[in-house]
């Protein structure tokens, strides 16, 4: 082969000591070296040693090290961490939801904050919460928010690492997160659920999916954490409902009703003057229907037109035009 081609082509390998792919470039340097060819050998051996160098290193920041010594679970592959921790101070936990809906979040934080009394009476506290709903209307804000108030880490799961084209992977890196974490309280968040928890009536799915869902049903009948762990799905009956009766709790995450969409509203401009004369019946009206997270961004718009504009305070006209400007980009 052309010095040169071998040369780009060894630039382009990488990974560890044990991949296939280094291990026959490997053998390939030792072929150059019996034939003689000393200075090409040493080159080629030099780029390839530089490139498992950086390699290793990528993926050893990629492992991130949880405190008490807890090591995130990565996939096999490329050893990618199967969940990324978000800091408390990223945390979202201001938010505003129906009564009941609200009553049954501060449940789950004082079912875990009185866990130890419960478990003096045999009882055991909310660990695997369902939450559904439409895009946009909070759930997985939710499980940042009890998070946020119980003090504990906050993992999200990767499915796009623990999600595999190869035979088994999949259920594979699922039962490795599962089994890293047993003994660390955290809220693990499960979000768009449905991407491996579809049902398997789904005749359209082909059979590793499940096998999957039947390993997830055995994890979370097995689960028994120190923390809590949050599933959330857009599409409540794109779920296998095996799953159902897996979870302690199911949540309904609605869309705000005419007066959450006002304190939603007020809130969200709360930073900013606003004119008294503002009718806010005529601007709720136009959002009813809308998502929470839709809302906060005609809120925010609106403050934006008016700070931009050097207007002092926030007029209705604002709050029309930004209204106006997301309804036709809906559309």
């Known amino acids: 082969m052309n010095q040169d081609l071998m040369i780009r082509l060894f630039r382009s390998i990488e990974g560890d000591k044990e991949d296939d792919v280094v291990k026959v470039a490997s053998l390939i340097i030792e072929d150059e070296k019996k ?23 990528f993926r050893g920041e990629l492992r991130r090290m949880l405190p008490n010594g807890v090591l995130i679970p990565t996939d096999k592959r490329n050893n990618f961490p199967l969940a990324i921790t978000i800091n408390r101070d990223e945390l979202r936990h201001e938010m505003v939801l129906p009564s009941e809906t609200e009553d049954k ?16 009476h045999g009882l055991q506290y909310r660990q695997k919460i369902l939450i559904y709903g439409a895009p946009g209307c909070g759930k997985s804000m939710s499980a940042e928010r009890i ?13 796009d690492v623990i999600i595999s084209s190869f035979l088994g992977e999949t259920a594979s890196n699922l039962t490795k997160l599962f089994d890293g974490i047993k003994d660390y309280p955290c809220v693990l968040l499960f979000d768009e659920f449905d991407i491996v928890g579809k049902t398997r009536n789904n005749s359209q799915d082909v059979g590793e999916m499940h ?8 994890l979370l009948e097995e689960y028994n954490s120190q923390g809590i762990l949050i599933a959330t799905t857009n599409i409540e ?71 931009i504009g050097n207007e002092k305070i926030l007029l209705q006209s604002h709050l029309e035009r930004s209204l106006t400007e997301n309804v036709l980009y809906l559309k």
């Open 211 to 218: 096998r999957v869902v039947n390993i997830l049903l055995t």
């Open 35 to 57: 034939k003689g060819h000393e200075k090409l050998a040493e080159k080629l051996k030099y780029i390839l040693d530089k490139n498992i160098s950086s390699s290793q290193k």
């Open 237 to 307: 009956n794109a779920l296998d409902q095996a799953l159902f009766r897996r979870f302690d709790d199911i949540i309904e995450m609605p869309k705000p009703s005419k007066e959450e969409i006002l304190r939603l509203t007020k809130m969200t401009l709360s930073s900013i003057e606003k004119a008294k004369e503002i009718n806010w019946n005529i601007i709720v009206d136009q959002m009813i229907g809308f998502s929470s997270a839709l809302v906060v961004k005609i809120a925010n718009d609106a403050a934006k037109i008016a700070v």
């Open 105 to 120: 979040i501060r449940r789950i934080e004082k079912e875990f904050a009185a866990k130890e009394r419960l478990a003096h």
């Open 147 to 159: 998070a946020w108030n119980l003090g504990l880490p906050f993992l999200k799961v990767r499915f």
